[in-house]
T-cell receptor, first 115, second 111 residues
Framework: GAVVSQHPSRVICKSGTSVKIECRSL??????MFWYRQFPKQSLMLMAT?????????EQGVEKDKFLINHASLTLSTLTVTSAHPEDSSFYIC???????????FGPGTRLTVL | EDQVTQSPEALRLQEGESSSLNCSYT??????LFWYRQDPGKGPEFLFT???AGEEKEKERLKATLTKKESFLHITAPKPEDSATYLC????????????FGSGTRLLVRP
């Protein structure tokens, strides 16, 4: 149980374009979802927290107008990287948690490369 | 400032050579401490949650323990398939469910 999927697993885009990443909880209702970014050989850095039906809460230094997060249902959250630039190239990972437990269950990640 | 520090940064073991990974933390109030395993290019895989000092949990060759200031992940007789990065994260005793991650320990087990 507690499976989270992400789509796509890899994406390459041109500078200036927007990219949408989907995160789905497959066998539980994720009342809260988190989006992380991970650079090579570094740990996970939390970008934002989203609760179903509410606006996301962004961490300090994360531009909310650049990283648009939507958590429209209990099983789906999306992250849109707007006007992507090469410095946005990274590994983006989502996680979900339910009100019944504290553990976060992570998706497999999305590798974004901006040319 | 809340901090999570893991050591060593990297660890090389021979198959069967037991060892421990350390995670020290500084938070105002601990709700839980989490251990995850991460393989290259993959998302973290949940291993354990520890809630109070003195608590221990085991899974196959792994055993996690918790004190008021740190946690240890003991690996007994490791196998090459245990090679991965092990991440420690803490969750504060506030209303959010945010995790604060350490930088991880990269474990390599040689056959």
């Amino acid at each position: 149980g507690a499976v989270v999927s992400q789509h796509p697993s890899r994406v390459i885009c041109k500078s200036g374009t927007s990219v949408k990443i989907e995160c789905r909880s497959l066998d539980f209702q994720a009342t809260t979802m988190f989006w992380y970014r991970q650079f090579p050989k570094q740990s996970l850095m939390l970008m934002a927290t989203s609760n179903e039906g509410s606006k996301a809460t962004y961490e300090q230094g994360v531009e909310k107008d650049k990283f648009l997060i939507n958590h429209a249902s209990l099983t789906l959250s999306t992250l849109t990287v707007t006007s992507a630039h090469p410095e946005d190239s990274s590994f983006y990972i989502c996680s979900g948690t339910s009100g019944g437990f504290n553990e976060q269950f992570f998706g497999p990640g999305t590798r974004l490369t901006v040319l | 400032e809340d901090q999570v520090t893991q050591s060593p940064e990297a660890l090389r073991l021979q198959e069967g050579e037991s060892s421990s990974l350390n995670c020290s933390y500084t938070v105002s109030g601990l709700r839980g401490l989490f251990w995850y395993r991460q393989d290259p290019g993959k998302g973290p895989e949940f291993l354990f949650t520890l809630y109070s000092a003195g608590e221990e949990k085991e899974k196959e060759r792994l055993k996690a323990t918790l004190t008021k200031k740190e946690s240890f992940l003991h690996i007994t007789a490791p196998k090459p398939e245990d090679s991965a990065t092990y991440l420690c994260a803490v969750q504060e005793a506030d209303s959010s469910y945010k995790l604060i991650f350490g930088s991880g320990t990269r474990l390599l087990v040689r056959p």
